[in-house]
Protein backbone atom coordinates (compact mmCIF):
# COMPACT_ATOMS: atom_id res chain seq x y z
CA UNK A 1 0.00 0.00 0.00
CA UNK A 2 2.61 2.20 0.82
CA UNK A 3 4.82 2.07 -2.25
CA UNK A 4 1.45 1.84 -4.62
CA UNK A 5 0.61 5.50 -2.83
CA UNK A 6 3.79 7.06 -3.16
CA UNK A 7 4.33 5.77 -6.56
CA UNK A 8 0.72 6.99 -7.53
CA UNK A 9 0.90 10.36 -5.91
CA UNK A 10 4.71 10.96 -7.87
CA UNK A 11 3.44 10.13 -11.04
CA UNK A 12 -0.02 12.07 -10.48
CA UNK A 13 2.31 14.96 -9.21
CA UNK A 14 4.39 15.22 -12.08
CA UNK A 15 1.40 15.42 -14.22
CA UNK A 16 -0.44 17.35 -12.21
CA UNK A 17 2.31 19.75 -11.97
CA UNK A 18 3.45 20.21 -15.87
CA UNK A 19 -0.23 20.79 -17.15
CA UNK A 20 -0.62 23.55 -14.21
CA UNK A 21 2.49 25.31 -15.02
CA UNK A 22 1.48 25.08 -18.40
CA UNK A 23 -2.08 26.53 -17.93
CA UNK A 24 -0.50 29.63 -15.66
CA UNK A 25 1.17 30.44 -19.37
CA UNK A 26 -1.97 29.82 -21.17
CA UNK A 27 -3.90 32.06 -19.00
CA UNK A 28 -1.56 34.73 -18.61
CA UNK A 29 -1.33 35.41 -22.14
CA UNK A 30 -4.39 34.04 -23.56
CA UNK A 31 -7.08 34.61 -20.97
CA UNK A 32 -6.49 36.90 -18.08
CA UNK A 33 -6.37 39.90 -20.45
CA UNK A 34 -5.36 43.33 -19.01
CA UNK A 35 -5.77 44.18 -15.69
CA UNK A 36 -7.18 47.96 -16.25
CA UNK A 37 -10.47 48.85 -15.06
CA UNK A 38 -11.72 48.97 -19.31
CA UNK A 39 -9.76 45.93 -19.79
CA UNK A 40 -11.85 44.02 -21.47
CA UNK A 41 -13.15 46.71 -23.36
CA UNK A 42 -10.46 47.49 -24.98
CA UNK A 43 -10.25 46.97 -29.02
CA UNK A 44 -7.93 47.31 -31.90
CA UNK A 45 -9.02 49.32 -34.95
CA UNK A 46 -6.96 48.82 -37.74
CA UNK A 47 -7.20 49.00 -42.31
CA UNK A 48 -6.38 45.83 -43.69
CA UNK A 49 -5.64 44.66 -46.83
CA UNK A 50 -7.88 41.25 -46.88
CA UNK A 51 -5.31 39.89 -50.12
CA UNK A 52 -2.46 40.34 -48.19
CA UNK A 53 -4.00 37.92 -45.48
CA UNK A 54 -1.48 35.13 -44.69
CA UNK A 55 -1.57 32.45 -41.40
CA UNK A 56 0.69 34.73 -40.18
CA UNK A 57 -1.57 38.20 -39.95
CA UNK A 58 -2.34 40.38 -42.31
CA UNK A 59 -1.28 43.68 -43.18
CA UNK A 60 -3.11 46.44 -42.41
CA UNK A 61 -2.51 50.80 -41.44
CA UNK A 62 -4.04 53.59 -40.44
CA UNK A 63 -2.52 56.87 -40.90
CA UNK A 64 -2.77 59.76 -38.18
CA UNK A 65 -4.75 61.39 -40.39
CA UNK A 66 -7.11 58.25 -40.67
CA UNK A 67 -7.29 58.61 -36.72
CA UNK A 68 -8.30 62.23 -36.63
CA UNK A 69 -10.99 61.89 -39.55
CA UNK A 70 -12.75 59.57 -37.94
CA UNK A 71 -12.43 59.93 -34.13
CA UNK A 72 -14.79 62.70 -33.78
CA UNK A 73 -17.55 60.81 -35.93
CA UNK A 74 -17.63 57.46 -34.69
CA UNK A 75 -20.60 56.14 -32.88
CA UNK A 76 -18.72 52.60 -31.41
CA UNK A 77 -16.29 53.95 -28.52
CA UNK A 78 -16.20 55.68 -25.72
CA UNK A 79 -12.75 57.15 -26.06
CA UNK A 80 -10.43 56.64 -28.88
CA UNK A 81 -6.18 57.12 -28.80
CA UNK A 82 -3.35 56.99 -31.24
CA UNK A 83 -0.01 55.52 -30.20
CA UNK A 84 3.43 54.44 -31.56
CA UNK A 85 5.26 52.06 -28.79
CA UNK A 86 8.47 50.83 -28.19
CA UNK A 87 10.15 54.04 -30.05
CA UNK A 88 13.81 55.37 -28.80
CA UNK A 89 13.18 58.43 -26.03
CA UNK A 90 16.33 60.27 -25.50
CA UNK A 91 16.08 62.19 -21.70
CA UNK A 92 18.88 64.10 -20.40
CA UNK A 93 18.44 64.32 -16.77
CA UNK A 94 20.69 66.98 -14.53
CA UNK A 95 22.98 66.72 -18.20
CA UNK A 96 23.15 62.97 -17.71
CA UNK A 97 22.06 61.45 -20.93
CA UNK A 98 19.56 58.31 -20.82
CA UNK A 99 17.87 56.76 -23.95
CA UNK A 100 14.65 55.04 -22.87
CA UNK A 101 12.12 52.88 -24.68
CA UNK A 102 9.11 55.09 -24.43
CA UNK A 103 5.31 55.08 -26.15
CA UNK A 104 4.07 58.70 -27.94
CA UNK A 105 0.37 58.55 -27.11
CA UNK A 106 -2.68 60.69 -28.04
CA UNK A 107 -4.05 62.40 -25.23
CA UNK A 108 -6.97 60.03 -24.48
CA UNK A 109 -4.71 57.09 -24.30
CA UNK A 110 -4.77 56.66 -20.46
CA UNK A 111 -8.38 57.24 -20.02
CA UNK A 112 -8.91 54.68 -22.50
CA UNK A 113 -7.64 52.02 -20.67
CA UNK A 114 -9.38 53.62 -17.09
CA UNK A 115 -5.77 54.43 -15.61
CA UNK A 116 -4.13 57.63 -14.13
CA UNK A 117 -0.92 59.05 -13.09
CA UNK A 118 -0.15 58.54 -9.12
CA UNK A 119 1.47 61.93 -8.96
CA UNK A 120 0.58 64.55 -11.25
CA UNK A 121 -1.96 64.98 -13.79
CA UNK A 122 -2.61 63.20 -17.36
CA UNK A 123 -1.82 64.37 -21.14
CA UNK A 124 -4.17 67.06 -22.29
CA UNK A 125 -5.17 67.68 -26.47
CA UNK A 126 -3.34 71.38 -25.46
CA UNK A 127 -0.28 69.47 -24.73
CA UNK A 128 -0.67 66.89 -28.06
CA UNK A 129 -0.23 69.59 -30.47
CA UNK A 130 2.50 70.51 -32.85
CA UNK A 131 4.68 73.53 -30.89
CA UNK A 132 3.42 72.47 -27.81
CA UNK A 133 5.59 72.74 -24.68
CA UNK A 134 6.89 69.53 -24.39
CA UNK A 135 5.70 67.06 -21.41
CA UNK A 136 6.53 63.50 -20.22
CA UNK A 137 4.91 61.30 -18.15
CA UNK A 138 7.45 58.33 -17.01
CA UNK A 139 6.97 55.33 -15.22
CA UNK A 140 7.16 54.30 -11.34
CA UNK A 141 10.53 52.88 -11.55
CA UNK A 142 12.85 55.46 -13.79
CA UNK A 143 11.09 58.18 -10.69
CA UNK A 144 12.46 55.86 -8.32
CA UNK A 145 16.28 54.75 -10.08
CA UNK A 146 17.19 58.13 -12.57
CA UNK A 147 15.44 60.67 -10.25
CA UNK A 148 15.48 58.79 -6.85
CA UNK A 149 12.10 59.49 -5.69
CA UNK A 150 12.47 62.99 -5.45
CA UNK A 151 8.76 63.79 -3.99
CA UNK A 152 8.81 67.28 -6.14
CA UNK A 153 9.37 65.41 -9.11
CA UNK A 154 6.33 67.13 -10.95
CA UNK A 155 7.53 70.06 -12.86
CA UNK A 156 11.56 69.14 -13.04
CA UNK A 157 12.65 70.34 -15.94
CA UNK A 158 14.72 67.74 -18.53
CA UNK A 159 15.57 67.85 -21.78
CA UNK A 160 13.26 65.27 -24.07
CA UNK A 161 15.00 64.54 -27.59
CA UNK A 162 17.18 67.26 -27.36
CA UNK A 163 14.18 69.80 -26.30
CA UNK A 164 13.31 71.64 -22.93
CA UNK A 165 10.67 69.28 -21.46
CA UNK A 166 8.57 68.81 -18.33
CA UNK A 167 7.66 66.13 -16.05
CA UNK A 168 4.26 66.45 -15.42
CA UNK A 169 3.29 63.13 -14.52
CA UNK A 170 4.36 59.14 -12.45
CA UNK A 171 2.33 56.27 -13.49
CA UNK A 172 1.76 53.21 -10.99
CA UNK A 173 4.32 50.56 -9.91
CA UNK A 174 4.55 47.86 -12.87
CA UNK A 175 2.11 49.83 -15.32
CA UNK A 176 4.78 49.46 -18.90
CA UNK A 177 1.93 49.54 -21.49
CA UNK A 178 1.60 48.65 -24.30
CA UNK A 179 5.11 46.35 -23.97
CA UNK A 180 7.32 47.53 -21.43
CA UNK A 181 7.43 51.30 -22.27
CA UNK A 182 9.05 53.28 -19.28
CA UNK A 183 7.80 57.14 -20.71
CA UNK A 184 4.54 58.24 -22.29
CA UNK A 185 5.04 61.65 -24.50
CA UNK A 186 2.46 63.23 -26.99
CA UNK A 187 2.49 62.19 -30.07
CA UNK A 188 1.74 65.44 -31.93
CA UNK A 189 4.07 67.27 -29.82
CA UNK A 190 7.00 65.48 -31.41
CA UNK A 191 5.50 63.47 -34.78
CA UNK A 192 2.73 66.46 -36.41
CA UNK A 193 -0.10 65.64 -38.48
CA UNK A 194 1.46 65.37 -42.08
CA UNK A 195 -0.44 64.52 -45.41
CA UNK A 196 -1.70 61.20 -46.28
CA UNK A 197 0.81 60.85 -49.09
CA UNK A 198 3.87 62.24 -47.50
CA UNK A 199 6.91 59.90 -47.39
CA UNK A 200 7.08 60.59 -43.62
CA UNK A 201 3.91 59.73 -42.57
CA UNK A 202 3.20 58.62 -39.32
CA UNK A 203 1.00 54.90 -39.30
CA UNK A 204 -0.12 54.53 -35.34
CA UNK A 205 -1.55 51.81 -33.35
CA UNK A 206 -5.49 53.23 -32.76
CA UNK A 207 -7.20 51.09 -30.07
CA UNK A 208 -10.61 52.11 -28.02
CA UNK A 209 -13.31 51.84 -25.12
CA UNK A 210 -16.25 49.70 -27.03
CA UNK A 211 -19.19 51.57 -25.80
CA UNK A 212 -21.20 48.81 -23.77
CA UNK A 213 -24.15 48.63 -26.02
CA UNK A 214 -22.35 48.42 -29.06
CA UNK A 215 -21.52 44.97 -30.29
CA UNK A 216 -17.93 43.86 -31.88
CA UNK A 217 -20.22 43.72 -35.43
CA UNK A 218 -21.49 46.54 -35.37
CA UNK A 219 -18.12 48.08 -34.51
CA UNK A 220 -16.91 46.50 -37.48
CA UNK A 221 -20.08 47.72 -39.93
CA UNK A 222 -19.05 50.77 -39.03
CA UNK A 223 -15.77 51.41 -39.55
CA UNK A 224 -15.72 49.38 -42.71
CA UNK A 225 -17.70 52.46 -44.43
CA UNK A 226 -14.91 54.93 -42.64
CA UNK A 227 -12.66 52.35 -44.60
CA UNK A 228 -14.27 51.71 -47.92
CA UNK A 229 -15.25 55.83 -47.88
CA UNK A 230 -11.58 56.66 -47.07
CA UNK A 231 -10.55 54.14 -50.24
CA UNK A 232 -12.40 56.00 -52.50
CA UNK A 233 -11.91 59.60 -51.39
CA UNK A 234 -7.98 58.78 -50.97
CA UNK A 235 -6.98 56.19 -53.48
CA UNK A 236 -3.25 57.25 -53.64
CA UNK A 237 -2.90 55.93 -49.99
CA UNK A 238 -5.74 54.21 -48.87
CA UNK A 239 -6.88 52.53 -52.30
CA UNK A 240 -5.81 48.88 -50.74
CA UNK A 241 -7.11 49.23 -47.35
CA UNK A 242 -10.87 49.61 -47.44
CA UNK A 243 -11.72 46.60 -45.07
CA UNK A 244 -11.67 47.43 -40.94
CA UNK A 245 -10.73 45.05 -38.48
CA UNK A 246 -12.03 45.66 -35.36
CA UNK A 247 -11.01 43.32 -32.58
CA UNK A 248 -10.18 42.29 -28.90
CA UNK A 249 -6.80 44.33 -27.89
CA UNK A 250 -5.58 41.01 -26.59
CA UNK A 251 -6.23 38.90 -30.11
CA UNK A 252 -3.60 41.80 -31.48
CA UNK A 253 -1.30 41.43 -29.14
CA UNK A 254 -1.45 37.76 -29.16
CA UNK A 255 -1.36 36.37 -32.87
CA UNK A 256 -2.63 33.15 -34.53
CA UNK A 257 1.02 31.90 -34.33
CA UNK A 258 1.60 32.26 -30.88
CA UNK A 259 -1.82 30.88 -29.47
CA UNK A 260 -1.04 28.01 -31.38
CA UNK A 261 2.40 27.35 -30.06
CA UNK A 262 0.81 27.57 -26.20
CA UNK A 263 -1.82 25.44 -27.34
CA UNK A 264 0.20 23.13 -28.67
CA UNK A 265 2.18 23.01 -25.45
CA UNK A 266 -1.11 22.72 -23.08
CA UNK A 267 -1.80 19.82 -24.93
CA UNK A 268 1.31 17.84 -24.45
CA UNK A 269 1.16 18.32 -20.97
CA UNK A 270 -2.41 17.18 -21.54
CA UNK A 271 -1.00 13.86 -22.72
CA UNK A 272 1.41 14.15 -19.97
CA UNK A 273 -1.41 13.93 -17.56
CA UNK A 274 -3.18 11.38 -19.63
CA UNK A 275 -0.38 9.21 -19.28
CA UNK A 276 -0.03 9.49 -15.87
CA UNK A 277 -3.77 8.56 -15.22
CA UNK A 278 -3.26 5.27 -17.36
CA UNK A 279 -0.69 4.07 -15.23
CA UNK A 280 -2.02 4.80 -12.26
CA UNK A 281 -4.99 2.78 -13.61
CA UNK A 282 -2.98 -0.26 -14.57
CA UNK A 283 -2.20 0.17 -10.96
CA UNK A 284 -5.32 0.12 -9.61
CA UNK A 285 -5.95 -2.76 -11.66
CA UNK A 286 -3.11 -4.63 -10.11
CA UNK A 287 -3.78 -3.45 -6.79
CA UNK A 288 -7.61 -4.18 -7.07
CA UNK A 289 -6.83 -8.04 -8.05
CA UNK A 290 -4.93 -7.93 -4.74
CA UNK A 291 -7.52 -6.71 -3.04
CA UNK A 292 -10.46 -8.82 -4.68
CA UNK A 293 -11.21 -11.17 -1.84
CA UNK A 294 -11.64 -8.15 0.42
CA UNK A 295 -14.25 -6.59 -1.85
CA UNK A 296 -16.04 -9.92 -2.12
CA UNK A 297 -16.28 -9.92 1.84
CA UNK A 298 -17.25 -6.57 1.77
CA UNK A 299 -19.96 -7.31 -0.75
CA UNK A 300 -21.25 -10.42 1.02
CA UNK A 301 -21.82 -8.43 3.99
CA UNK A 302 -24.30 -6.15 2.25
CA UNK A 303 -21.76 -3.79 0.81
CA UNK A 304 -23.60 -2.07 -2.67
CA UNK A 305 -21.75 -2.11 -5.70
CA UNK A 306 -22.18 1.86 -5.41
CA UNK A 307 -20.62 1.39 -2.03
CA UNK A 308 -17.74 -0.33 -3.29
CA UNK A 309 -17.36 2.12 -6.31
CA UNK A 310 -17.06 5.08 -3.86
CA UNK A 311 -14.38 3.60 -1.47
CA UNK A 312 -12.18 3.25 -4.21
CA UNK A 313 -13.31 6.91 -5.56
CA UNK A 314 -12.45 8.34 -1.97
CA UNK A 315 -8.77 6.27 -1.50
CA UNK A 316 -8.18 7.55 -5.51
CA UNK A 317 -9.48 11.04 -4.81
CA UNK A 318 -6.88 11.05 -1.42
CA UNK A 319 -3.86 9.85 -3.67
CA UNK A 320 -4.63 12.66 -6.98
CA UNK A 321 -5.12 15.21 -3.77
CA UNK A 322 -1.49 14.54 -2.39
CA UNK A 323 -0.19 14.60 -5.90
CA UNK A 324 -1.94 17.90 -6.59
CA UNK A 325 -0.47 19.53 -4.02
CA UNK A 326 2.97 18.36 -4.77
CA UNK A 327 2.22 19.10 -8.62
CA UNK A 328 1.52 22.58 -7.33
CA UNK A 329 4.96 23.13 -5.72
CA UNK A 330 6.79 21.73 -8.94
CA UNK A 331 4.31 24.40 -11.12
CA UNK A 332 5.49 26.81 -8.85
CA UNK A 333 8.94 26.68 -8.86
CA UNK A 334 8.70 26.42 -12.84
CA UNK A 335 6.75 29.20 -13.08
CA UNK A 336 9.30 31.31 -10.98
CA UNK A 337 12.33 29.88 -13.18
CA UNK A 338 10.22 30.24 -16.38
CA UNK A 339 9.30 33.79 -15.38
CA UNK A 340 12.95 34.59 -14.68
CA UNK A 341 14.28 33.26 -17.92
CA UNK A 342 11.96 35.35 -19.46
CA UNK A 343 12.21 38.52 -18.59
CA UNK A 344 16.34 38.63 -18.77
CA UNK A 345 16.18 37.33 -22.32
CA UNK A 346 17.15 39.73 -25.06
CA UNK A 347 12.82 40.94 -25.91
CA UNK A 348 11.19 40.19 -22.67
CA UNK A 349 7.49 39.52 -22.90
CA UNK A 350 5.02 42.54 -22.37
CA UNK A 351 4.85 43.57 -18.46
CA UNK A 352 1.00 42.93 -18.60
CA UNK A 353 1.95 38.79 -19.26
CA UNK A 354 2.76 37.30 -16.07
CA UNK A 355 2.93 33.97 -15.00
CA UNK A 356 1.11 33.16 -11.93
CA UNK A 357 -0.33 30.51 -9.79
CA UNK A 358 -3.70 32.36 -9.42
CA UNK A 359 -7.23 31.61 -8.87
CA UNK A 360 -8.11 30.58 -11.98
CA UNK A 361 -4.98 27.88 -12.70
CA UNK A 362 -5.96 26.51 -8.68
CA UNK A 363 -9.40 25.90 -10.30
CA UNK A 364 -8.11 24.31 -13.33
CA UNK A 365 -5.77 22.33 -10.94
CA UNK A 366 -8.44 21.32 -9.25
CA UNK A 367 -10.92 19.99 -12.07
CA UNK A 368 -7.31 17.88 -13.46
CA UNK A 369 -7.17 16.14 -10.02
CA UNK A 370 -10.69 15.45 -10.37
CA UNK A 371 -10.66 14.27 -13.68
CA UNK A 372 -6.90 12.40 -12.78
CA UNK A 373 -8.81 10.58 -9.79
CA UNK A 374 -12.02 9.73 -11.71
CA UNK A 375 -9.91 8.75 -15.41
CA UNK A 376 -7.77 6.45 -13.29
CA UNK A 377 -9.90 4.91 -10.69
CA UNK A 378 -13.49 4.74 -12.65
CA UNK A 379 -12.96 1.82 -14.77
CA UNK A 380 -10.83 -0.37 -12.05
CA UNK A 381 -13.39 0.35 -9.05
CA UNK A 382 -16.50 -0.26 -11.70
CA UNK A 383 -15.11 -3.83 -13.24
CA UNK A 384 -14.00 -5.14 -9.17
CA UNK A 385 -17.43 -4.29 -8.32
CA UNK A 386 -19.24 -6.68 -11.04
CA UNK A 387 -16.70 -9.67 -9.98
CA UNK A 388 -18.71 -12.54 -9.03
CA UNK A 389 -18.04 -12.98 -4.67
CA UNK A 390 -17.97 -16.70 -5.31
CA UNK A 391 -15.43 -16.28 -8.07
CA UNK A 392 -13.38 -14.20 -5.57
CA UNK A 393 -13.37 -15.93 -2.91
CA UNK A 394 -12.05 -19.09 -4.72
CA UNK A 395 -8.65 -19.72 -4.03
CA UNK A 396 -6.54 -18.96 -7.38
CA UNK A 397 -9.90 -18.11 -9.09
CA UNK A 398 -9.34 -17.28 -12.75
CA UNK A 399 -12.68 -16.70 -14.40
CA UNK A 400 -13.72 -14.32 -17.61
CA UNK A 401 -13.41 -10.83 -15.61
CA UNK A 402 -9.78 -12.02 -15.01
CA UNK A 403 -9.69 -12.37 -18.91
CA UNK A 404 -10.89 -9.09 -19.66
CA UNK A 405 -9.15 -7.03 -17.34
CA UNK A 406 -6.02 -8.83 -18.87
CA UNK A 407 -7.49 -7.31 -22.30
CA UNK A 408 -7.93 -4.04 -20.67
CA UNK A 409 -4.19 -3.88 -18.77
CA UNK A 410 -2.87 -4.56 -22.16
CA UNK A 411 -5.07 -1.86 -24.05
CA UNK A 412 -4.02 0.71 -21.63
CA UNK A 413 -0.06 0.07 -22.24
CA UNK A 414 -0.53 0.12 -25.88
CA UNK A 415 -2.61 3.90 -25.72
CA UNK A 416 0.34 4.95 -23.03
CA UNK A 417 2.99 3.52 -25.64
CA UNK A 418 0.80 5.56 -28.61
CA UNK A 419 0.31 8.88 -26.76
CA UNK A 420 4.21 8.54 -25.56
CA UNK A 421 5.28 8.13 -29.46
CA UNK A 422 2.98 11.06 -30.55
CA UNK A 423 3.98 13.38 -27.61
CA UNK A 424 7.91 12.58 -28.01
CA UNK A 425 7.74 13.59 -32.00
CA UNK A 426 5.88 16.48 -31.29
CA UNK A 427 8.27 17.42 -28.59
CA UNK A 428 11.39 16.77 -30.25
CA UNK A 429 10.23 18.76 -33.26
CA UNK A 430 8.90 21.64 -31.17
CA UNK A 431 12.54 21.76 -29.80
CA UNK A 432 14.42 21.46 -33.10
CA UNK A 433 12.51 24.16 -34.08
CA UNK A 434 12.98 26.66 -31.17
CA UNK A 435 16.94 25.49 -31.63
CA UNK A 436 17.06 26.45 -35.46
CA UNK A 437 15.21 29.84 -34.41
CA UNK A 438 17.79 30.39 -31.88
CA UNK A 439 20.82 29.89 -34.43
CA UNK A 440 19.23 31.41 -37.67
CA UNK A 441 22.06 31.67 -40.09
CA UNK A 442 22.29 35.47 -41.03
CA UNK A 443 24.99 35.01 -43.96
CA UNK A 444 27.78 36.62 -42.04
CA UNK A 445 29.82 35.67 -38.37
CA UNK A 446 27.56 37.24 -35.88
CA UNK A 447 29.70 36.37 -32.95
CA UNK A 448 32.43 39.40 -33.44
CA UNK A 449 29.49 42.13 -34.07
CA UNK A 450 28.70 45.01 -31.51
CA UNK A 451 25.29 46.57 -31.83
CA UNK A 452 24.44 49.66 -30.63
CA UNK A 453 20.99 51.37 -30.63
CA UNK A 454 20.39 55.65 -31.12
CA UNK A 455 17.80 58.02 -32.06
CA UNK A 456 18.53 61.37 -33.34
CA UNK A 457 15.98 63.91 -32.98
CA UNK A 458 14.97 66.95 -34.02
CA UNK A 459 15.75 68.83 -31.06
CA UNK A 460 19.51 68.44 -31.10
CA UNK A 461 19.30 67.10 -35.58
CA UNK A 462 16.51 69.43 -36.65
CA UNK A 463 17.75 68.74 -40.17
CA UNK A 464 18.13 65.24 -42.19
CA UNK A 465 21.15 66.72 -43.33
CA UNK A 466 22.48 67.44 -39.55
CA UNK A 467 21.69 63.65 -39.31
CA UNK A 468 24.11 62.53 -41.95
CA UNK A 469 26.44 64.31 -40.94
CA UNK A 470 26.61 63.15 -37.73
CA UNK A 471 26.32 59.54 -38.74
CA UNK A 472 29.01 60.02 -41.30
CA UNK A 473 31.16 61.89 -38.62
CA UNK A 474 30.53 58.17 -36.35
CA UNK A 475 31.39 55.48 -39.35
CA UNK A 476 34.19 57.67 -39.71
CA UNK A 477 35.66 57.82 -36.17
CA UNK A 478 34.40 54.22 -35.52
CA UNK A 479 36.37 53.02 -38.49
CA UNK A 480 39.11 54.55 -37.84
CA UNK A 481 39.78 53.32 -33.81
CA UNK A 482 42.24 50.58 -33.85
CA UNK A 483 40.13 48.02 -32.29
CA UNK A 484 37.36 48.04 -34.67
CA UNK A 485 38.40 45.71 -38.38
CA UNK A 486 34.78 48.26 -39.63
CA UNK A 487 32.30 49.76 -38.87
CA UNK A 488 28.73 50.30 -40.53
CA UNK A 489 25.26 51.42 -39.86
CA UNK A 490 21.84 50.23 -40.72
CA UNK A 491 18.12 50.75 -39.98
CA UNK A 492 17.33 47.03 -39.27
CA UNK A 493 19.77 45.18 -37.23
CA UNK A 494 20.77 41.76 -38.95
CA UNK A 495 19.08 42.88 -42.14
CA UNK A 496 15.58 41.78 -40.30
CA UNK A 497 12.60 43.93 -41.84
CA UNK A 498 8.97 43.92 -41.36
CA UNK A 499 6.86 42.04 -43.71
CA UNK A 500 5.66 45.53 -45.33
CA UNK A 501 8.88 46.85 -45.49
CA UNK A 502 10.00 48.26 -48.75
CA UNK A 503 12.66 46.41 -50.39
CA UNK A 504 14.63 47.47 -53.62
CA UNK A 505 16.83 45.16 -55.39
CA UNK A 506 20.31 47.25 -56.66
CA UNK A 507 20.49 47.58 -60.39
CA UNK A 508 17.25 47.07 -61.02
CA UNK A 509 14.59 49.39 -61.96
CA UNK A 510 11.41 50.62 -60.48
CA UNK A 511 8.51 52.21 -62.28
Keep these: EKAFSALAVT ?9 TAMFSVVNGVMLRGFSFPNGPRLMSVNFIDPSSATFFGVNGQVSAMDFEE ?8 DLLAAYVNGATVNVTVDGVPRRYTGAYVTEDFLRTLGIQPVLGRDLTAADNTA ?40 MPPGFAFPVNEEIWIPLYSEYPLLPRNDPNNLFPGVLGALRPEVSLDQANAEFNAFAKRFAEAYPDTNKAFATALVEPLLKTYTPLPLRGTLLTMLAFC ?9 NVMNMQFARATLRAKELAVRSSLGATRWRLVRQMLTESLIVAGIGATLGIVLARLSVDWLTAAVRNGENPPPSWITFDIDGPVLAFTVGSTLLAALVSSLMPAWTFSRTSVVDALKEGGRGATNRHIGFVTRGLVVFQIGVTCVLLVGSLLQERSIRKQQTIDYGYDTVGILSARMGLMDGDYPTPEARRLFYDRLQQELAAHPEFEAAALTSRFRMVFSGAGPIEIEGKEYP
Excluded at 11 to 19: F, P, Y
Excluded at 70 to 77: D, E, G, M
Excluded at 270 to 278: D, Q, S, T
Design 11 to 19: VLALGIGAV
Design 70 to 77: FRPAQQSF
Design 131 to 170: GAEKVAIIGHGIWQRDFGAMPDIIGKAVRLNGAPATIVGV
Design 270 to 278: VGVLLIACM
